[in-house]
């Protein structure tokens, strides 16, 4: 049962998005983040009419802002259960070497940077909360299974789930958990943002087959938070139907 407050990185588009809203159903009280105020700030006032919400025009990638942020929070949202480490982007589905280093730069400091910056500022609420308080980690099922195009993009999730587990084992004896939670492919902004925002390139990723949607990863983060307290799980992986691993790809002469 969820009584504090959920915190969600990157809640202005899908999953976040999807997060904080199933989140306002459940009753909880929400602080919602991301760098697009229009759209954060449409969520929150969305949201305010059933739960309370405190929304932070934040960048991840910046360290100094992230603890601010926390610092600034206000009384009423300084209970911290829930923290949906969800900030995060592909960009540049080409093979690597057609990849500038600043689309790598970009998903190292959001992903691995970032994740890790809200991390640290927001440990010392979780555990203070302690039994019954989650860390969610959405990593990908790119963290495990490569293919061609991802490279540093799998690799930015292959460090989100272990991190995830090392996190266990320096939390053992907290009460905290911590979940890494990886979802296949799913209908979002995140191909739109992988492509520069090529719309066309965008959709055929998701053509003729039928992807996760934001929700069905929302229910998964709503459910692990809502696990007894004596309960964690490690790694949730969840693909669509349709999404399976392929072979080893042969290079012949
Ligand atoms: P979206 O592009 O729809 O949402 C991404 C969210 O991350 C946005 O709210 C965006 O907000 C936020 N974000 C990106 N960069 C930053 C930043 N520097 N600081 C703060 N917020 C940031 O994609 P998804 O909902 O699909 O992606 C959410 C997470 O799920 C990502 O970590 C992604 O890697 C992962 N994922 C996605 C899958 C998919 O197929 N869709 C599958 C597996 C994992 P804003 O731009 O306003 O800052
Ligand atoms: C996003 C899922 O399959 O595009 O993490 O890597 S996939």
């Known amino acids: 049962m969820i009584k504090g407050t959920v915190f969600i990185t990157g809640a202005t588009s899908g999953f976040g998005q999807a997060c904080a809203r199933q989140m306002a159903k459940q009753g909880c009280s929400l602080v919602i983040c991301g760098r697009r105020e229009d759209r954060l700030m449409t969520l929150a006032d969305e949201l305010r009419g059933s739960v309370a919400v405190h929304a932070v025009v934040l960048d991840v990638r910046d360290a100094q802002a992230v603890q601010q942020a926390v610092a600034d929070l206000p009384l009423e949202f300084q209970a911290i259960q829930v923290l949906v480490n969800n900030a995060g982007l592909a ?61 540093v993009y799998g690799a930015t999730k292959a460090f989100v789930t272990q991190f995830s587990y090392n996190l ?4 053992q004896g907290t009460g905290v958990r911590v979940t890494d939670l990886s979802p296949g492919m799913a209908l979002t902004e995140f191909s739109l943002v992988r492509t520069h925002g090529n719309a066309d390139a965008a959709d055929a990723v998701y053509a003729n087959t039928v992807p996760l949607s934001a929700d069905d990863v929302a229910e998964q983060i709503v459910y692990i938070a809502n696990l007894p307290a004596h309960m964690n799980i490690n790694r949730l992986e969840i693909v669509p139907v349709r999404q399976a691993w392929g072979p080893y790809n042969i290079h012949r002469d």
């Open 91 to 151: 960009l540049a589905p080409e093979p690597a070497p057609q990849v500038s280093l600043t689309d790598w730069h970009t998903m190292i400091d959001t992903n691995v940077t970032g994740l890790v910056n809200v991390t640290h500022a927001l440990l010392p609420c979780l555990i203070q909360f302690g039994s019954g308080a989650s860390i969610i980690n959405i990593a990908s099922s790119a963290s495990q299974t490569p293919y061609p195009g991802s490279h």
């Open 168 to 171: 266990r084992c320096d939390l």
